[in-house]
């Protein structure tokens, strides 16, 4: 294990190579070493269990593909803070079976500026986002918020009450849709009714998965989901393939994911578009992790009050486990406070009621919200 401060150059890994060929771990970020010296220790190493290359910029996918011909014990590899492109993934994860963790999360700075062809073709991140915005339900903020009764208590009551109030001030109402009901679009937004995907005899068994800002188009990221059906962790922050479809993958193929962080860039670098999933997405997220305990999608401004609803609505039956949610309402966001209001306000804690009712107080729509909002214990039936 090495540090910042006692890092490697290429001759020093070369010696230790030399004389630890059993070796199984190896911990050296901040290194100055390059491709040769890390295939030599692939080739003479093989029985490799966990290697951390954090900020080795000079490593490239020839390394990645040293590692998934030769490290089939592989169980840990961190490449975080480099520029390898996530589309050369996939051979980690079809070779190396005994996989756990893979974290090569990728810096936005470095990331917003790499080559063309590290990024989605224009023609094909255009198409992509039509596609999800074809399927947007563009909500009329001229119809009424429906009340729907989600309370117990009085002080539930009154707090609802409280915050509709003052959600109904003229000044409040900045956000770019209004509109908190299901209405008669839902049918629009619900997924096509399917099995999860069949699972392989001979599968990797990955269980955290973190790709941050990662450049990749949506179908090579689907394309790594669906050969770790046992994720239980996955972190896709910023991330330029973030469809609908994606995400539908991604609930599909994997019943056991728990932790899911799936937030967009608060700042968009130049020259992208934020493009993340929309309700359908979502939808699918309520249909099929079931196992589902924490959920992050920060700065979507796709999501609309249809897709937000549902999740609340689904927090007694498909989503009992789901503790946590961390999102933006207000202004700029297709969702304001008042559909946490009329449809969570039941679930939250003590901490997340005070929360939004300081929010209401305080932002008064000229600004946008960032809530982490905490679930109660609901009972398992």
């Not at 190493?45 to 951390?52: A, I, K, R, S, Y």
Request: with cysteine; glycine share 4%; hydrophobic share 35%.
């Amino acid at each position: 294990y090495l540090y910042r401060d006692n890092s490697l150059c290429g001759l020093e890994l070369h010696r230790i190579i030399e004389k630890c060929k059993d070796l199984r771990k190896l911990h050296a970020p901040f290194s100055n070493i390059d491709d040769d010296s890390v295939i030599f220790l692939a080739e003479e190493c093989l029985f490799l269990e966990d290697v951390n290359f954090t900020h080795c910029h000079r490593l490239t996918k020839d390394s990645v593909f040293a590692f998934s011909k030769h490290s089939l014990c592989l169980k840990k590899i961190n490449y975080q803070d480099t520029l390898i492109d996530h589309r050369y993934l996939l051979g980690l994860v079809r070779k190396c079976h005994k996989l756990e963790e893979l974290i090569f999360d990728c810096n936005l700075n470095q990331s917003s500026s790499a080559a063309d062809d590290i990024t989605q073709p224009n023609n094909a991140l255009e198409a992509e986002v039509k596609e999800t915005l074809d399927i947007q339900v563009e909500l009329n903020q001229s119809d009424e918020i429906p009340f729907i009764d989600m309370t117990e208590s009085a002080d539930e009551f009154e707090l609802q009450h409280d915050l509709l109030k003052r959600l109904s001030d003229k000044d409040f109402g900045n956000s770019s849709h209004n509109d908190s009901g299901i209405g008669d679009n839902s049918y629009l937004l619900f997924p096509d009714s399917v099995q999860h995907s069949p699972v392989k005899w001979r599968h990797c068994h990955l269980k955290k998965l973190s790709l941050k800002y990662s450049r990749a188009m949506g179908q090579y990221l689907q394309d790594i989901i669906s050969e770790c059906p046992d994720l239980t962790y996955v972190s896709l922050d910023g991330a330029v393939g973030l469809s609908d479809k994606f995400i539908m993958t991604l609930a599909k193929s994997c019943p056991n994911l728990r932790n899911l962080s799936v937030s967009s860039c608060a700042l968009t670098p130049k020259g992208q578009s934020n493009n993340g999933f929309g309700d359908q997405g979502l939808l699918a997220l309520t249909e099929y992790s079931h196992n589902l305990e924490i959920l992050s999608f920060l700065y979507n401004k796709r999501i609309t009050p249809v897709g937000l609803t549902a999740l609340f609505h689904s927090l007694d039956t498909t989503l009992r486990s789901l503790t946590s949610v961390s999102l933006c309402v207000g202004n700029g966001y297709a969702c304001n406070i008042s559909v946490v209001a009329l449809h969570g306000l039941k679930y939250l804690s003590e901490h997340s009621k005070q929360q939004l009712k300081d929010g209401a107080c305080t932002t008064r729509g000229i600004s946008f919200m960032v809530l982490h909002l905490d679930f109660l214990k609901r009972k398992c039936h």
